[in-house]
């Protein structure tokens, strides 16, 4: 088990001194705006190329659309999430370390999209989330927040 942190034994930063909380918050509109514009649909398919897989960026679907259930799930119940909910969180926490893990990817694979592995992204959303004929703009949605998700880690790197 790892040693708890306590706050008085952060070491003190070495170098540029931490941006304020509204510098940090330009600078991560900034790089999310962006990425963003890189992705505001899927990205140009060209099945000639096809380098990459798309296992990541379905690790990463299959994280957003766990916590989309748990979340919903959970305000149907009585309207709010509590404590009781915790259960319904456990399975979309334990896929966040692959989801997160491969975000780097994610980009690449989308940059080599097929044909066959766009439809197979709507399908996974579809059977995921139960959307229906919006399974199509539900996943460019999930696209884009995994994208910014992406630029937030390689922020605070």
């Given at each position: 088990?790892s040693?708890r942190?306590?706050?008085d034994?952060i070491?003190?930063?070495?170098?540029?001194?931490?941006p304020?909380g509204?510098e940090m918050q330009e600078?991560?509109k900034n790089?999310?705006?962006k990425d963003?514009?890189?992705?505001?649909?899927?990205p140009?398919?060209?099945?000639?190329?096809?380098m990459y897989?798309?296992?990541?960026?379905?690790?990463a679907?299959?994280?957003?659309?766990?916590?989309g259930n748990?979340?919903?799930?959970?305000?149907?119940?009585d309207?709010?999430?509590?404590?009781?909910d915790?259960?319904?969180?456990?399975g979309?926490?334990?896929?966040?370390p692959a989801a997160?893990?491969?975000?780097a990817?994610?980009?690449e694979?989308l940059?080599?999209?097929?044909?066959?592995?766009k439809?197979?992204?709507?399908?996974?959303?579809r059977e995921s989330l139960?959307v229906?004929d919006?399974a199509?703009?539900?996943?460019?949605k999930?696209?884009?927040?995994?994208?910014?998700?992406?630029a937030?880690?390689d922020f605070?790197?």
């Open positions: 088990m040693k942190i306590e706050f034994e070491p003190e930063p070495k170098g540029p001194v931490t304020t509204d600078k991560i790089q999310v705006k963003s514009e890189k992705l505001t649909k899927y140009t398919i060209k099945p000639e190329l096809n897989n798309i296992e990541e960026t379905k690790d679907i299959k994280a957003i659309c766990g916590i748990a979340v919903s799930s959970s305000l149907a119940d309207g709010k999430i509590t404590l009781g915790y259960p319904k969180f456990i979309p926490v334990i896929s966040l997160i893990s491969g975000i990817e994610v980009p694979e940059a080599d999209l097929t044909e066959q592995e439809d197979e992204l709507i399908t996974l959303v139960e229906g919006k199509e703009e539900v996943t460019v999930i696209l884009n927040i995994i994208y910014e998700i992406k937030f880690v605070i790197k």
